[in-house]
């Protein structure tokens, strides 16, 4: 709270600069008016003295007399008042003297006491006028003793009739000029209370201005929405930043409604928002999907409260939101991350889990046939050593192939060749042409269907592919009198894919079968040739290349189909 | 042993793996006869006597059933629940014979009644005294209901 500032209010004798004023405007009126009623007189004077009416004397008493109210005039009017003050009273008094003592005492002349008295108050104050009074009774009534020519007892009645009227009429003028000079001291001091409040009224509103600024230009340089509505969902105000993101002016927003600037289900959930939060008086803080009219749908998090008014009553709701769809994405990308991740361990897990399976076996092949080749040896069985000996050969061989083909898995997704456009014909033509010798012995034909389209990705892995997918097709193909391979492609139902696929007519699949061919040393038939790699290195590499395999099969002897999926251009991932 | 021939089913897709077990089976004179097959379709052709199998006579219900769980077509886990499923099949000792040690494996067959999981040792000495003491055990041992 300021410090108020309050003006002494006048009291005692000091004299305020106002009254000052005051009194030295009046003085110099009386004067004026003095002034000029000596003037109305100066022309019969200066005739009558010429006539020899008047003698002199007289006359230059009445110039000198005009002289002196005339200077005090002049002096009053360059700010000296008091002398002029003194002057008029004191004229006054002396002209009721010189009637008095040369006519007598009870002529009219007595009223210039009067008229004494009442210029020393209004011009001194009343206690010069109580001065003057005694003055005027002490002289006056020695006038009346001294010149006293008849007996007392006559004069008595004019004696106290003066000294009443005078007293009396002092009274009254000391009793108005105090009602005067006190009303005049109330008027000021509410002047003044007046003023000071005024002036801390005129403070105080100037610093809610400030404040309010401060707050405005704060609320407006937010980084967040903000707005707030009245009860009836009426917009009554919005920040820069929320009309930047509803794309319209502060104009277009106040006094409409959720209707006009959103979706219609998004208006009537955030009306049934303000319903809720005006109803309960509890903030609310949610995250939902927010869509200004003709643009595209974010994420924000959202804080509505109740507006209240200075009596507490809830008036409108106040919303407050920010965007938080790039943490939204943030997260379901750590989410996507951590579940492939996941996947990956899992894999991991079996991949290492059917290894140590897997390098087992041979080890124990050639363990136990050391043991039988050692019996053999002892029982002289020659015959059945050789094929003991055959049978630690190939086991030995299985398990460098086994090495190599776990290194070969192990490099795709790590050692690739830059991927670039081929033309997928390209692809196909030189597997198949890699494969020329198996296709001949096995008379298997192959169909390759005309416009293939290009796709992006490492040349060497893709021929890779095909070349196992064919490899698979000729030995799955049974005792098939005419076998034959389609290789071709098909749109996909997602853009900017399109699935390949390798059919045959060979041995076909059961439905359990699905997803455990492409298992890493997975053999379906156990008398088959190869490690159970080949359509693991197949799903490895159409996986890195972000595409997707899988199989299909009418049945047993209804043949196979393998599809998978590549990108014609760059994936964005 | 009452004379009658004791026959072992082996189900094993490793060729080098059964004539281990087959010629150790037979060092040890453990059994008269031993039936190979090397996947699970086939194993469970023979025990439903099925295709190539109808005839009940020339194939008669194996004593013990030796059973690896890596197996072509229908897998190891998958023919011992159907054996265990089945009425006829479920009183036959099925043994798992396997390379793979792990917890998972061993848990699973468990939960499918399994009435006993060996892991295939690395070296003829270990494989070979396991085949004995498998065959004395179970064919020896054991006494089996009589169906």
């Known amino acids: 709270m300021p410090d108020l500032i309050v003006t002494a209010p006048a009291t005692g004798t000091r004299m305020t600069d106002e009254d000052e004023l005051r009194r030295k405007a009046m003085t110099q009126t009386i004067l004026a008016m003095m002034g000029v009623t000596l003037l109305v007189f100066i022309v019969p004077i200066v005739l009558g003295t010429l006539s020899g009416f008047f003698d002199v004397e007289a006359s230059l008493i009445i110039l000198l007399l005009g002289v002196a109210i005339g200077a005090s005039w002049w002096l009053c009017r360059r700010g000296y008042w008091r002398p002029g003050a003194y002057l008029a009273p004191a004229l006054m008094f002396i002209l009721g003297l010189y009637g008095s003592y040369f006519i007598g005492l009870s002529t009219s002349f007595v009223l210039f006491y009067a008229i004494a008295l009442w210029l020393a108050s209004l011009l001194l104050g009343n206690r010069a006028m109580w001065r003057l009074l005694i003055v005027v009774l002490v002289v006056h009534l020695g006038f009346g003793l001294v010149r006293l020519d008849e007996p007392l007892g006559d004069a008595l009645p004019a004696i106290i009739t003066f000294t009443g009227g005078l007293l009396g009429l002092s009274m009254l003028q000391s009793f108005a000029s105090s009602q005067i000079t006190q009303a005049l001291a109330q008027a000021r001091s509410t002047a003044d209370h007046l003023r000071t409040e005024i002036a801390e009224r005129v403070r105080v509103e100037e610093a809610r201005g400030a404040s309010e600024a401060v707050l405005h230009s704060l609320v407006e340089s937010l980084p967040q929405n903000v707005f707030s509505k009245d009860v009836q969902g009426h917009f009554i105000f919005a920040n820069q930043r929320y009309c930047a993101t509803e794309g319209r002016t502060v104009h277009e927003i106040v006094g409409k409604t959720d209707w006009d600037l959103h979706p219609p289900e998004l208006a009537q959930k955030y009306r049934e928002d303000d319903r809720r939060v005006m109803e309960s008086g509890q903030t609310i803080d949610i995250v939902e999907e927010h869509q200004p009219l003709g643009k595209d749908k974010f994420y924000v998090q959202v804080i509505k409260a109740p507006l209240v008014d200075a009596h507490g009553a809830i008036t409108g709701t106040l919303g407050i939101f920010w965007d938080i769809t790039d943490q939204r994405r943030a997260a379901q990308e750590r989410e996507n991350l951590i579940a492939e991740l996941q996947a990956k361990n899992e894999e991991l897990e079996r991949f290492t889990y059917t290894v140590s399976h897997d390098l087992k076996a041979p080890l124990i092949t050639i363990r136990g046939f050391l043991g039988l080749l050692q019996q053999d040896a002892l029982a002289g069985e020659h015959a059945r050593m050789q094929a003991d000996m055959q049978r630690i050969m190939e086991a030995t061989e299985r398990m460098r192939r086994l090495l190599d083909e776990l290194l070969e898995l192990s490099r795709i997704g790590r050692i690739m060749n830059a991927p670039r456009e081929i033309s997928f014909e390209a692809i196909v033509r030189e597997a198949v042409e890699l494969l020329d010798g198996q296709l001949k012995a096995r008379g298997v034909q192959v169909h390759i269907a005309r416009g293939l389209p290009t796709v992006y990705g490492d040349r060497m892995r893709l021929v890779e592919v095909i070349q196992n997918l064919v490899d698979n097709a000729v030995k799955f193909m049974g005792s098939q009198p005419a076998p034959r391979i389609e290789i071709g492609a098909r749109v996909s139902e997602v853009p900017g894919q399109t699935v390949f696929f390798v059919q045959d007519n060979g041995i076909g699949l059961e439905p359990h079968s699905y997803e455990k061919v492409f298992g890493l040393f997975n053999k379906l038939d156990a008398r088959s040739e190869g490690t159970g790699v080949g359509l693991a290195l197949v799903k490895r590499i159409v996986e890195v290349h972000g595409g997707r395999v899988w199989v299909e099969s009418p049945g047993l002897n209804g043949g196979t189909t393998f599809y998978f999926t590549l990108a014609a251009a760059p994936l964005h991932r | ?147």
């Open chain 2, 1 to 147: 042993m009452n004379g009658e021939p004791v026959l072992v089913m082996l189900v094993e897709d490793n060729i080098d793996h059964a004539e281990l077990v087959m010629r150790t089976l037979a060092e040890h004179r453990v059994a008269n006869r031993v039936r190979h097959f090397v996947d699970g379709q086939s194993a469970l052709d023979y025990l439903y006597h099925r295709n190539a199998y109808t005839d009940v006579a020339q194939n008669p219900y194996p004593h013990v059933i030796l059973l690896d769980l890596r197996l072509p077509r229908v897998d190891g886990l998958e023919v011992l629940k159907q054996i265990k499923d089945s009425d006829e099949l479920k009183h036959i000792p099925v043994v798992i014979l396997t390379t793979s040690e792990a917890d998972r494996d061993v848990t699973r067959a468990y939960d499918h009644h399994v009435n006993s999981y060996l892991v295939k040792p690395v070296g003829y000495e270990e494989f070979s005294e396991l085949m004995e003491d498998l065959g004395f055990y179970w064919l020896g041992w054991n006494t089996n209901p009589q169906l």
